[in-house]
């Protein structure tokens, strides 16, 4: 039960947006069409989540990216979920980087389709998780020179889902595995790309998708 | 007596004269007669100083046409006109273009050269060519005993042979008629000017017309399919599982999807977003991105480049690129970029198999036309074995 504060230009999105938060029962507090509008409805309400489209009025290039930043860095723990039209690196980067790194997300429109699985990542990135598109990670994974071939097909599937930001027990689902499989996948990946332990999901995700940027 | 005319009128005794009307008649008649001289003189040097040139020019203009057209007896390669159609139409504004070109001058020349010595010259060669056999055969005709036969003999002989000379003077003339009035390479040149002005205009109103329909389509079509995928989705959710319903709502919402990222490839292939919301560098890291062959991009622009340029280098990549995944069965790619000399270069090298061409029809042939259109150039070096080279050249 979200109270989320939704940011779209387009009418008809919007619209189909706020059908969509309502039928998985959370409540819309402000639908707005622009950044400036969209800082202020932000401020002045207490939103659990904000939904924004990156590309927003008045100038139509990053204008809703940045008003997100703006207010991260304002209410550093701010929930904000990040939708765009096509992958830009930097982007997710920026958002990882922002406030304290966690409650993030950055997706495909694409993904809205996928209606349970974008209703899954609004609880995520509102109780503090992180979702990253898997095609973020699919271009990192391509980027690589050398193809991760210390790791096992299986590893690198499970650090795929680790990059998306799933928790174990999301992946063990994907995968139709157990949990303890995943755990020990895990720790293997960490073991054979040298990885820093961490102790919070999201903290893994940044730690992963560290090690996927480097060229 | 009565005075008629002022002759009479001076006749009379000076008071008498002196106090008539007569001598202001003559004022005035004189005062209008230099008037009227004045007037007379005026027009007459405006008709002589005006109008006798222009009509001097005019008829330039127009023997150098009919010059051109008979210029085809003897000579196969016609001569086209080398004055440009003015920018407005109607006779004065004709007329005007016509006293600025160059040629308008060259033709008066030549039609005064014209005047006083070839036609004369043609005549001559004419009256000999023709003249001298006709003589001598009527002479033969007219004459008695072995002169007869010479004549006669002689006669159509020496118009056979006049065919010579006739045909060299007509060629020699021809010549200096080419040389006069043929187009000189700035005249040619101010076409081709206007051509490549049009070409460009062309491929301008292209360009505008594809980013409408891309926007069209963003704006519209792919907005509607995007909230379609949205309530198949949650139209899903109501379905009994397992029920007929359910089955016929996944099958529609998979063909939504289906449809959905049709769409998008076909926005991406009229005109990408990206390359409009963030430039050419970062719209070529997406195609790299997304290339199933490794890419390496090192691309550094100082900044936004003009739309055709951007737009022109996206497409030779983009094709490049595809090429790469298709045919080449390279392992990696490499695409440079660089500004220098306001000159836009991008280069898209493979370690494949080459023998790639630009053959009709082939996505390479395509991009010459619309580079060119842009006013650059598009290289293509594929040796058979490889490596392949495309490399674009643009104004920017």
């Known amino acids: 039960m979200l109270n989320v504060i939704l940011a779209e230009d387009s009418v008809l999105l919007r619209e189909g947006l706020i059908g969509l938060m309502q039928r998985f029962g959370h409540t819309v507090s402000a639908a707005v069409g622009s950044a400036p509008e969209l800082l202020a409805a932000a401020r002045h309400g207490r939103p659990s989540l904000v939904i924004t489209d990156v590309r927003m009025p008045p100038g139509f290039t990053d204008d809703g990216l940045r008003a997100a930043l703006t207010l991260r860095e304002e209410h550093p723990d701010l929930p904000v979920l990040v939708l765009s039209q096509y992958v830009v690196q930097t982007y997710a980067a920026d958002l990882l980087s922002s406030g304290t790194g966690r409650a993030v997300g950055y997706l495909l429109k694409d993904r809205i389709g996928d209606v349970t699985d974008f209703a899954d990542a609004i609880v995520e990135v509102a109780g503090g998780g992180t979702v990253v598109d898997p095609e973020v990670i699919r271009q990192l994974f391509a980027r690589r020179r050398d193809p991760l071939q210390r790791l096992t097909s299986r590893e690198r599937d499970v650090l795929a889902l680790m990059a998306q930001g799933r928790s174990n027990a999301a992946i063990a689902r994907a995968l139709v595995v157990s949990e303890a499989a995943v755990s020990k996948h895990v720790g293997s990946i960490f073991t054979k790309l040298d990885l820093p332990t961490v102790d919070t999901d999201h903290r893994r995700v940044l730690a992963v998708l560290a090690y996927l940027r480097e060229r | ?396």
């Open chain 2, 1 to 396: 007596m009565t005075v008629g005319n002022a002759w009479q009128a001076v006749m009379q005794r000076p008071l008498r004269f002196l106090r008539s009307s007569w001598p202001w008649r003559a004022l005035a008649y004189l005062l209008s007669g230099v008037l009227l001289g004045a007037v007379t003189i005026g027009i007459v040097l405006t008709i002589g100083l005006l109008v006798l040139p222009l009509t001097l020019v005019l008829g330039g203009v127009f023997v150098a046409r009919v010059e051109r057209w008979r210029l085809r007896l003897v000579d196969l390669d016609p001569l086209p006109d080398p004055h440009s159609p003015p920018a407005r139409s109607g006779r004065l504004s004709r007329l005007r273009a016509w006293l600025g070109e160059a040629a308008t001058w060259r033709e008066l020349g030549y039609m005064m050269i014209s005047m006083l010595a070839l036609w004369w010259i043609d005549l001559l060669v004419l009256g000999f060519s023709a003249g001298i056999p006709l003589i001598v055969f009527w002479e033969g005709l007219h004459a008695q005993g072995a002169n007869r036969w010479l004549g006669t003999a002689a006669g159509p002989i020496l118009l056979l042979v006049a065919a010579y000379p006739a045909t060299a003077w007509a060629g020699a003339r021809a010549a200096l008629t080419r040389a006069v009035l043929a187009p000189r390479d700035t005249e040619l040149g101010r076409q081709v000017v206007e051509l490549t002005r049009s070409r460009k205009r062309l491929a301008d109103a292209f360009e505008v017309e594809r980013r409408r329909i891309e926007r069209d389509l963003h704006d519209g079509a792919q907005q509607r399919l995007v909230a379609l995928n949205m309530t198949l989705g949650l139209a899903r959710l109501d379905a009994p599982p397992g029920s007929p319903v359910a089955a016929r709502l996944e099958e529609a919402h998979s063909q939504a999807k289906q449809v959905l990222a049709e769409l998008r490839e076909l926005i991406r292939g009229v005109h990408p977003q990206i390359l409009t919301d963030r430039g050419l560098a970062a719209a070529i890291d997406e195609i790299a991105a997304r290339s199933p062959v490794p890419v390496d991009v090192d691309i550094v622009l100082p900044g936004r480049l003009s739309p055709a340029a951007e737009t022109t280098a996206y497409f030779v990549v983009s094709e490049a690129l595809t090429n790469v995944a298709r045919h080449s069965g390279a392992a990696r790619a490499r695409v440079h970029g660089r500004t220098g000399a306001d000159q836009l270069i991008v280069e898209v090298r493979d370690d494949g198999r080459g023998g790639a061409q630009a053959t009709d029809g082939s996505g390479l042939s395509g991009l010459t036309d619309r580079v060119a259109a842009a006013g650059g150039k598009l290289i293509l070096s594929s040796p058979p074995g490889g490596p392949t080279l495309v490399r674009v050249e643009l104004p920017c």
